[in-house]
């Protein structure tokens, strides 16, 4: 079996003559003022008569002065309401996790600390039913992990075999070719019951998988730098013998492998017991 990620991809494929039936992936704001200047040829009784005039025979309002009037009534008005923090905490609790961190966090000091908090971000654990990968140390390694935590999911496409070969590319399809049978030994996930089934010559199946089209940023790659951990569960038939191999790359965006897993082969005899294997390789 090989396996190749991208820093952008990743790469899948396997060659082997039993089953593969299941393999899973798990890589401020501020205001502003006006300025009236005192018109120098009045005096200023003089200038409250003109502006008194000036009441009643107005001409209409330029945009501009418009504009000058809105910004110097918003600078005397608070931009915030006076909100209990724990009101202001409930309210972000309901919000998505990448519009607190991009919009709320910048309205004020006092939305800006609840943000910055490790309360608020293990209540989202609870609130969501998310476990954290490990006990972060800081608050911001709170943060990291919640979004780790959002994205975590299986990005092998059709891993068990139960839409076809389906997200699959077929590289050899040697003796009687690939083909999904049903599990002849029970597997320790109940919930699988196909497998992918090799023939008496050599076949190999390949995935690649994009990661920044998966929602994994190159940035958020570069400066998170999350594990990505391969899961692939294989077992022989009883009656025959056979040869498990697989190949994990990681690439870049050139398509070149920066790093990669391929242990020895296995092998197996014939009249085996056609135990479940599993391997975990570790980004």
Known sequence: MWFTVDVNSVFFSESRSFDSPKSTYVADIDGTSGFFPRRRDCKPEVLLNSETRDCNTRRPET???????????????????????????????????????????????????????????????????????????????????????KKRRNLLKNPNANENFTGWTIVQNGGHKWAIENVMEPHPDETVTKCFVTSYGRCIKSQLINLEKEGYSPLFMDEVQPNIVLSDWYAPRWDCGSVYEICVELLNRRKKAVKFFQPEPVTFPQWNDQHWEQVIPIF
């Open 63 to 149: 945009s501009q002065l418009a504009e000058q009037r809105r910004m110097a009534h918003s600078a005397r008005m608070p931009f915030c309401p006076d909100l209990p923090l724990t009101i202001v905490e409930e309210i972000l609790l309901n919000l998505p996790g990448q519009q607190v961190i991009n919009v709320c966090r910048l309205v004020c000091n006092d939305w800006k600390s609840v943000v910055d908090s490790t309360a608020y971000w293990r209540k989202r654990f609870r609130r969501e039913g998310f476990k954290p990968l490990s006990i972060p140390s800081v608050p911001r390694d709170w943060q990291t992990s919640y979004f780790l935590c």
